[in-house]
Each structure stands twice: as C-alpha cells, then as structure tokens.
T-cell receptor
Framework: GNSVTQMEGPVTLSEEAFLTINCTYTATGYPSLFWYVQYPGEGLQLLLKATKADDKGSNKGFEATYRKETTSFHLEKGSVQVSDSAVYFCALSQTGANNLFFGTGTRLTVIP | DTGVSQDPRHKITKRGQNVTFRCDPISEHNRLYWYRQTLGQGPEFLTYFQNEAQLEKSRLLSDRFSAERPKGSFSTLEIQRTEQGDSAMYLC????????????????FGPGTRLTVL
C-alpha cells in the first residue's frame, strides 16, 4: 500500500538555522511527491513537488530531492525565518490516482 | 480567484445529530476532494468528484456519510447520526484535471470545517 512516514516534531530552531525534515515513503510504481505547509489559521498550501526520480522541487528557499533508491523526499532550508513557523506535511500521489496520502505532519517553530 | 471556501468554519453538535458542510471550489476547477484530519494526523482522503460525478470513495466514508456535488460546482458533505469519533477537521480541495500524460494537478485546499461532537 501507500504510506508516508515523516519526522516527528515538534522542531524548534533559531532564526537562520539549517532545517531538515525527513520524509520516507512506501508506494508501488512511481508516485509524485509533495510538501505541503499549513500556516497558523490557514489551509494547506503546496510548497513544492517532484514528479519523478532525481527531480528537485524548490520554492521559497525550501528544497527536496526525490530519491527513489532511498524512497525519501527530505525537506531542507539553509536559513529559516520566524515566518517559516508552520506545520509541514509530506505527501504522495500515485500515477493515475486522484487522492493524496499524507504523513502526520511536523510542527516547526522558529524563534528569533 | 478567491480560493476554496468552506462553511461553516466551526460546528459543535450533539451526538446523534446530523450536520452538513459546504465547500465552494475554485470556479474553473472540475475536481473536488474531501479529506478528514484528526488531531496530530495528516489529512485522510474521503472522496472526490469530477464535475458532478462521485468517482471514488474511501473505506473511511461510512454509510452515515454522504457527499454531493449536484451541479458540478459546490459540494456538500453530510454526516448523519454523528458520533464522537467524527470530531475532526474536514478539508475540501479542488483541482483542474488535464487528461493527458503523466501530470499532476495541484490540489488547492480550503481552510476546513472543524467539527466537535459532544
């Protein structure tokens, strides 16, 4: 079946620190992979995506590389800001499928 | 484009009552999805529509749940005889569908309806 396992939180970092949130997946075939972000009081927003192996998704300074050999899609940012405080969800979608499978989410708090 | 909207944002009800939620997708989107998110978990897929047709339902969608999208625009999700286990955030998302190639159509999420069953 399909599943996503992501690093448990909460994660607390100082401003300008390096961020890594781990995500691994189980899926058949070649899924597409995503990171969604949920800011306080707001809906889920797509942060970045990668649709095939070795693709790198990037947005707002965040990056994640689709690693088929390790079934991973870790989220990284070189220098976090207070405004990055949110809950981050890793997700996958199977080719031809229509629903997303989400991880449990990782809450990030960035302190000044 | 005002994004996906959901109404109400919060609903408190007593066990055994029926509740109905509404979702208005982005106007040009032909696909609409419902998800449920419980505390500390990621969203779980419930069902989706393409235009007015309900094309897939999750095993999570028990007989007490029914969803409609009568004119292919807004959708409603009704829960009959609510139980305390139904307490969750109900999320709606929409996307446009391009039936060609191996493409993904980004799902845009609404703010959710938080249901509390007492």
């Amino acid at each position: 079946g399909n599943s996503v396992t992501q690093m448990e939180g909460p994660v607390t970092l100082s401003e300008e620190a390096f961020l890594t949130i781990n995500c691994t997946y189980t899926a058949t075939g070649y899924p597409s992979l995503f990171w969604y972000v949920q800011y306080p009081g707001e809906g889920l927003q797509l942060l970045l995506k990668a649709t095939k192996a070795d693709d790198k998704g990037s947005n707002k300074g965040f990056e994640a590389t689709y690693r088929k050999e390790t079934t991973s899609f870790h989220l990284e940012k070189g220098s976090v800001q207070v405004s990055d405080s949110a809950v981050y969800f890793c997700a996958l979608s199977q080719t031809g499928a229509n629903n997303l499978f989400f991880g449990t989410g990782t809450r990030l708090t960035v302190i000044p | 484009d005002t994004g996906v909207s959901q109404d109400p944002r919060h609903k408190i009800t007593k066990r055994g009552q029926n509740v109905t939620f509404r979702c208005d997708p982005i106007s040009e989107h032909n696909r609409l999805y419902w998800y449920r998110q419980t505390l500390g978990q990621g969203p779980e897929f419930l069902t989706y529509f393409q235009n007015e047709a309900q094309l897939e339902k999750s095993r999570l969608l028990s007989d007490r749940f029914s969803a409609e999208r009568p004119k292919g625009s807004f959708s409603t999700l009704e829960i009959q005889r609510t139980e305390q286990g139904d307490s969750a955030m109900y999320l709606c998302a929409s996307s446009s569908f391009a039936p060609s190639g191996r493409s993904y159509n980004e799902q845009f999420f609404g703010p959710g309806t938080r249901l509390t069953v007492l």
